[in-house]
């Protein structure tokens, strides 16, 4: 934990290969959808259009943020899967959380998608094998070959990231 608003629970880094730290990421992902509903709960409309932090995006762009990126990563890793080395495309987050779709939908849309989507991406990758944890994707914008292992320790963190901005403005507006 920090006192950085931007990275409540410190930035990621990655960890060697371990089945405990598979078994423990995988539930991260699992139950990420309902982290996050609980993180939003009985929140109303002007809460949900409060920033995180100064700066920042609103508890409704971060909740449509995270279904965008888990969408990408879930396809990232059906591309790392299926392909040798395939390059991803990288998109820009910020351009994205302001789209029409973000501001004219509820946050329910984006939270369906996230348990259906999850259910499908933790049946995707349980019971890969070490070898294919260690294939790779081809980030272009950063111009580095990323693990399966490293995107998934990257992607549960960041639902985790994500969750706690939402409970540290809970917490600092006493919602």
């Not at 909740?63 to 790392?80: C, E, P, Q, T, W």
């Amino acid at each position: 934990m920090t006192d950085d608003l931007r990275y409540p629970i410190g930035k990621y880094a990655p960890l060697p290969f371990s089945h405990e730290q598979k078994e423990k990421w995988l539930l991260d992902i699992k139950f990420l959808p309902e982290d996050l509903e609980m993180a939003i709960q009985n929140l109303d409309e002007h809460q949900l259009q409060t920033p995180y932090r100064d700066g920042g995006w609103t508890v409704k762009q971060l909740v449509h943020h995270v279904a965008d990126s888990h969408m990408n990563a879930y396809i990232r890793f059906k591309l790392g899967i299926t392909e040798i080395n395939p390059a991803i495309k990288p998109y820009d987050e910020k351009a994205w959380a302001n789209l029409p779709d973000v501001e004219q939908l509820p946050i329910n849309i984006s939270l369906t998608i996230l348990h259906a989507l999850h259910q499908r991406w933790v049946i995707a990758i349980k019971d890969l094998s070490e070898e294919q944890w260690e294939r790779t994707v081809f980030h272009p914008e950063h111009k580095i070959n990323m693990s399966l292992w490293h995107l998934l320790g990257m992607y549960a963190w960041h639902g985790k990231h994500h969750v706690k901005h939402i409970l540290h403005l809970r917490e600092r507006n006493s919602w």
